[in-house]
């Protein structure tokens, strides 16, 4: 299956009737590894066997630039960036994605129980409501 790489910001778009791959609109944490070994938290938008869109909080990588991006499973997708606009960016993977394995990933991260058996709201996320002398509060 052909698929060609779009200035859209959909993701990756077909051109001059290329059929695109079908994609699957998802949302995963991801890590971009860069050249230069600088790494990046991304945020996978959709993904198909031979290419995903992504996005970054910080600077996208820049067009035609070779990235790894490092996803659950333990799978290391290295391809190249087709296309950029603002932070999102597409990529054209150099091997098939074997899809199953992320999705696997995914189902174990959430089945998972947590080691921490404690069903106790953090300090943090705890409401504080202060006490009020309700002789000191005037009728509206």
């Known amino acids: 299956m052909s698929t060609a790489m779009g200035d859209s910001g959909d993701g990756l ?6 059929t695109r791959a079908v994609r699957s609109a998802r949302i995963i944490r991801a890590m971009l590894a ?8 991304v945020i ?15 600077l996208a990588p820049m067009k035609g630039e070779h990235v790894t991006i490092h996803l659950p499973g ?3 997708a290295h391809g190249v960036v087709r296309w950029v606009k603002g932070q999102a960016f597409g990529v054209a993977l150099d091997q098939d994605l074997d899809i199953a394995v992320i999705e696997g990933a995914l189902q174990r991260r959430i089945t998972t129980p947590s080691t921490d058996s404690s069903w106790e709201v953090e300090a943090r996320h705890k409401v504080y409501t202060p006490r009020v002398d309700p002789t000191t509060l005037r009728r509206v």
Do not use: I, K, Y
């Open 74 to 76: 333990e799978v290391a």
């Open 44 to 58: 996978v938008r959709n993904l198909s066997t031979c290419g995903l869109g992504a996005t970054c909080r910080s």
């Open 13 to 18: 778009a077909p051109q001059g009737g290329a």
């Open 34 to 41: 860069l050249p230069d070994g600088e790494q990046r938290d």
